[in-house]
Each structure stands twice: as C-alpha cells, then as structure tokens.
C-alpha cells in the first residue's frame, strides 16, 4: 500500500501596514526534503533576508515546492472590508488556486482564516517555526515589492522605489503635498491632511 502523505501549506501576507498599494499572500507546499532543500539554501524568516538573497530564493522555492500560490487583495478592498478581511481574501485566494486543498494549513501570527473550511493551525512568528510559512513570506514578499517598483515609475514622488508602499516621512509628505492616488488605501490615510 503506497504511503500518501498529509498535504501541508504555510501561509504568510506582506504589506498589511502599507499605505499604498495591495495586500499579498503566498502558499507553499514542501515536502520535507524540499524543507531540507530550501534551508540549505538559506531559507529562513523573510525579515531577515536581504533583498538579494530573497530574490535568489523565488525560482528555488518555486522549483523545490509541491505547489505554491499567490494572492491578493486590492486597496480598494481593503478600505471597503478592512484590512483583516482583506488579508484573509487574499489569503483565500492564494489558497483556492491549489488543484486540492492542503489537509492543513500553518498561517503565520495568531489570527486563524475565518472562512476557510478545512484545518488550520496559527503559529506567531511562524517562518522561524514552519520552512513552508518562511517560503510564503518570501514569495509574498518579493512579488508585492516587485509590482510596488513597477509602479513606482507611474508614481514617482512617494518613494515608493524604496518604501515599498509604507508610511515613511518622504511618502507621507508627499500624500500632503501631491494627494493621493487610486491605489492608496483611503482608509489608512483619512487622518493626514490630503488634498
């Protein structure tokens, strides 16, 4: 009889305190000799990363993973059903992409997905407990900085290059002096005094 193994995925969101832009969430499936794999290759909690070594380990997760998705949610979203909701939709969305659900997910911090159906584990600090949750960080975290730059060209005076959508003195300033665009999170910047 041939062992079927438990279907696991971490899951982790990047950009929830950002006045710009989308919140992401990524979900990745290793096995244990990808987990084996990706730290030998110097996975661990994305915070820790440097820019370059994140960079360097999006195509090793990707080819070293069962499966992995990415979601997100917009801010537009996010100022009509809150951050949290909007988190937990792109944490949705990131883990409906998957051909079969996972028969567990392990979510990063101590908030469970409400609407998800099956079971669930929450973990504080779970990319330095979970290689799968450290690998959704990175992911998460390398594709929303990866469209924040692009779209730094179109919005160039937030710094946006380099705050990556955050509430940094330049970017603040900046909303006060220039207004705010479409994809600002009107929500979050009701309090600055914006044009």
């Not at 996975?43 to 820019?51: A, E, I, Q, R, Y």
């Not at 499966?67 to 944490?91: H, L, P, Y």
């Not at 584990?121 to 690998?135: D, L, N, Y």
């Amino acid at each position: 009889m041939e062992d079927i193994k438990s279907l696991i995925a971490g899951v982790d969101e990047v950009g929830k305190g950002c006045l710009f832009g989308p919140v992401f969430a990524a979900a990745v499936i290793l096995s244990k000799e990808n987990e084996i794999e990706l730290l030998n290759q110097g996975l661990k909690d994305s915070k820790k990363l440097s820019h370059r070594q994140r960079h360097n380990l999006v195509p090793l997760i990707k080819t070293n993973s069962i499966a992995w998705t990415i979601g997100q949610a917009s801010a537009r979203e996010i100022d009509v059903i809150g951050i949290r909701d909007a988190t937990e939709k792109a944490m949705l969305r990131a883990l409906e992409k998957f051909s079969s659900p996972p028969d567990l997910i392990l979510v990063d911090g101590i908030l469970p997905i409400r609407l998800w159906p099956g079971k669930q584990k929450t973990q504080v600090r779970g990319e330095s407990h979970f290689a799968s949750i450290a690998a959704a960080s990175v992911l998460a975290k390398e594709t929303r900085d990866e469209l924040i730059k692009r779209l730094a060209r179109k919005y160039n005076c937030y710094g946006l290059e380099k705050n990556k959508g955050y509430g940094t003195e330049i970017h603040r300033t900046n909303l006060i002096k220039e207004g705010a665009t479409k994809l600002h999170r009107k929500s979050f910047i009701s309090r600055l005094e914006i044009n």
